[in-house]
C-alpha cells in the first residue's frame, strides 16, 4: 500500500519573547561562510505509551515548548540577509500536523526507506521541522532544549554560546571566497541520481572489525582504533570497491573526506555549547584500494591525518583566510585533481544523543534519517551510534549500491536494513 500523508495544520511559530535589539544580528563564523549548504534531515519515532495525554494536548505542548525554545535560540528564528548575518527579525519556524495511512509497526518492520523522503516535514503522528541549513550540532542542542523545556525540565537547559565563533574566526568579506561558495552550492554537475540505504553494524561486528585493525606492533599504552575509525575506513574501502567496478580505470586512487568537529581541538573560548560550524575536512589519500587492501591500514592513514588537526592549524587559517585551500591546510599529493579520484564524505553523528531526546513520552524507538531516490551527492556515509551496536546510511548512485549490495565481504558484517527490534 502507497503512503498517503495528509497535512492537517501549517502555521508558523514564533519566540515567547521578541529579540532584544542588540541581538537583533547574528554575525556568522568564517566556516559558517564556507560551509556547503547541505540538508541531512532526520525523522524521530516515538512509541504511543499507555496514558500518554491526546493528541491536541501533544501539539499544544509542543508548540509552546518550541516558541519559548526559539526565544533562546533566536536565531533560528531570523533569516540569513547575506554572506556575513542572520537578521534576527522574529519570523518563526514552520510547525506542520499531519496524519499518515500506515502504522508504526507496519513501517518500521522493516523500515521503508523509500517513504522517508514523505517525512521530512512530518512524523507517523506529528512533528515539527525547521527548515534551514543549521548544522547538526545547533540542531542537537537546539531540540535538547526544547525537549527539556516540552517535558518540563528547564532546569536542565543550557545557554548556547552565539560568540565565541565568530569571535574567534571572524566572517571575511572577500568576493572571491563567496564566489567560490556560491559556486559550489549551485553547481548542479556534482549532484547525481542516487539512493540511500542503511546497514547495520552489531556490537559483536565492530568488536571483529577492532580486532583487525588493531597494529599488532602498538604497545599497551596506544589507544586502539575507535569505533568510528574502524567502521569509516571499512565503509570508505567498500564504497570504493563498487564504485570501481563501474569504472574503465580501475586504478583511479580513493579519497575519503571525513567531517570533523574541531571544538574538542580548539579549546577555549570553544565549547561543546558554542554555535557554529566548527567543522574541518580531512582528505584521506590512498593511491590504491583493492579487496586486498587491509582495514588497519586505511585506520593508520587515517589516524596520521587527524593527528596533524590542531588549535594551530586553526589559528593560521584566522590569521591568513588565503591559505584556505592550500598545501598547509589540504595535504594531498600534486596533481590529484587530473587523476579523478574516487571521493567517498564521511560523518559521524556518533555523541550526538538523539536517541535520547525525551519530550515527555519517552526516547524514540528509531531515527531515521533520510531514504527513497533523489538528485543529490553521491558517495555519503552518515554514520550513527545505535543500543545494539551502529548505523550506517549511504548514498550512492543507484548502479553503485546495487553493487555493494552484492558484495559478500561487505555483506560479512553489514546487515541490510534490519527491522526495528524495540517496537
Known amino acids: 500500500m502507497g503512503?498517503?500523508?495528509?497535512?492537517?495544520?501549517?502555521?508558523?511559530?514564533?519566540?515567547?519573547?521578541?529579540?532584544?535589539?542588540?541581538?537583533?544580528f547574528f554575525q556568522l563564523s568564517l566556516f559558517d561562510q564556507l560551509q556547503l549548504i547541505t540538508y541531512l534531515p532526520m525523522v524521530l519515532f516515538y512509541p504511543k505509551k499507555e496514558g500518554l495525554s491526546e493528541p491536541s494536548h501533544i501539539c499544544a505542548q509542543l508548540k509552546r515548548s518550541l516558541s519559548e525554545t526559539l526565544t533562546i535560540f533566536y536565531p533560528v528564528a531570523?533569516?540569513?540577509?547575506?554572506?556575513?548575518?542572520?537578521?534576527?527579525?522574529?519570523e518563526g519556524a514552520?510547525?506542520?500536523?499531519?496524519?499518515?495511512?500506515?502504522?508504526?509497526?507496519?513501517?518500521?518492520?522493516?523500515?521503508?526507506?523509500?517513504?522517508?523522503?514523505?517525512?521530512?516535514?512530518v512524523s507517523l503522528i506529528r512533528c515539527t521541522q525547521i527548515e534551514k541549513p543549521y548544522p547538526k550540532y545547533l540542531y542537537n542542542l537546539f531540540?535538547?532544549?526544547?525537549?527539556?523545556?516540552?517535558?518540563?525540565?528547564?532546569?536542565e537547559v543550557q545557554c548556547p554560546d552565539f560568540n565565541s565563533a565568530s569571535s574567534f574566526l571572524p566572517p571575511v568579506d572577500h568576493l572571491s571566497l563567496h564566489d567560490h561558495v556560491d559556486q559550489n552550492n549551485e553547481?548542479?554537475?556534482?549532484?547525481?541520481?542516487?539512493?540511500?540505504?542503511?546497514?547495520?553494524?552489531?556490537?559483536?561486528?565492530?568488536?571483529?572489525?577492532?580486532?583487525?585493525?588493531?597494529?599488532d606492533d602498538d604497545d599497551e599504552?596506544?589507544?586502539?582504533?575507535?569505533?568510528?575509525?574502524?567502521?569509516?575506513?571499512?565503509?570508505?574501502?567498500?564504497?570504493?570497491?563498487?564504485?570501481?567496478?563501474?569504472?574503465?580505470?580501475?586504478?583511479?586512487?580513493?579519497?575519503?573526506?571525513?567531517?570533523?568537529?574541531m571544538r574538542r581541538r580548539m579549546g577555549e573560548p570553544i565549547s561543546?555549547?558554542?554555535?557554529?560550524?566548527?567543522?574541518?575536512?580531512?582528505?584521506?589519500?590512498?593511491?590504491?584500494?583493492?579487496?586486498?587492501?587491509?582495514?588497519?591500514?586505511?585506520?593508520?592513514i587515517a589516524r596520521e591525518k587527524f593527528g596533524k588537526l590542531s588549535r594551530e592549524l586553526l589559528l593560521r587559517v584566522k590569521s591568513d583566510p588565503n591559505i584556505l585551500g592550500s598545501t598547509q591546510c589540504v595535504d594531498l599529493p600534486q596533481g590529484i585533481e587530473t587523476r579523478s579520484p574516487i571521493p567517498v564524505v564521511l560523518t559521524s553523528w556518533c555523541g550526538l544523543n538523539f536517541?535520547?531526546?525525551?519530550?515527555?513520552?519517552?526516547?524514540?524507538?528509531?531515527?531515521?534519517?533520510?531514504?527513497?531516490?533523489?538528485?543529490?551527492?553521491?558517495?555519503?556515509?552518515?554514520i550513527m551510534e545505535t543500543d545494539a551496536g551502529m548505523e550506517a546510511w549511504l548514498t550512492m548512485e543507484m548502479q553503485h549500491i546495487a553493487n555493494l549490495e552484492k558484495d559478500m565481504e561487505f555483506l560479512r558484517l553489514a546487515l541490510p536494513n534490519p527491522s526495528v527490534s524495540n517496537i
Open 3 to 24: 503512503m498517503e500523508i495528509t497535512i492537517r495544520s501549517r502555521e508558523t511559530i514564533k519566540p515567547s519573547l521578541p529579540t532584544p535589539d542588540d541581538h537583533r
Open 78 to 90: 531570523g533569516r540569513r540577509k547575506d554572506h556575513t548575518f542572520i537578521t534576527c527579525n522574529d
Open 94 to 121: 514552520l510547525y506542520l500536523e499531519a496524519k499518515v495511512n500506515h502504522n508504526m509497526v507496519e513501517f518500521l518492520t522493516p523500515p521503508k526507506l523509500e517513504f522517508l523522503n514523505k517525512l521530512l516535514h
Open 143 to 155: 531540540q535538547t532544549t526544547w525537549a527539556a523545556i516540552c517535558r518540563g525540565s528547564r532546569e
Open 187 to 215: 553547481d548542479s554537475s556534482a549532484q547525481k541520481m542516487c539512493t540511500t540505504r542503511r546497514f547495520v553494524f552489531i556490537a559483536e561486528s565492530i568488536n571483529t572489525l577492532r580486532a583487525e585493525a588493531k597494529d
Open 221 to 261: 599504552s596506544s589507544k586502539p582504533p575507535t569505533r568510528y575509525e574502524t567502521l569509516a575506513a571499512f565503509i570508505w574501502k567498500h564504497m570504493t570497491l563498487a564504485c570501481k567496478k563501474e569504472s574503465r580505470d580501475s586504478t583511479r586512487p580513493a579519497l575519503a573526506i571525513h567531517i570533523v568537529n
Open 272 to 300: 561543546k555549547y558554542t554555535i557554529g560550524n566548527i567543522l574541518w575536512p580531512v582528505m584521506v589519500f590512498c593511491e590504491t584500494v583493492n579487496a586486498d587492501t587491509g582495514v588497519r591500514y586505511l585506520v593508520s
Open 355 to 382: 536517541s535520547e531526546l525525551d519530550f515527555g513520552w519517552g526516547k524514540p524507538l528509531w531515527i531515521g534519517v533520510r531514504g527513497g531516490d533523489q538528485e543529490t551527492l553521491p558517495n555519503v556515509a552518515v
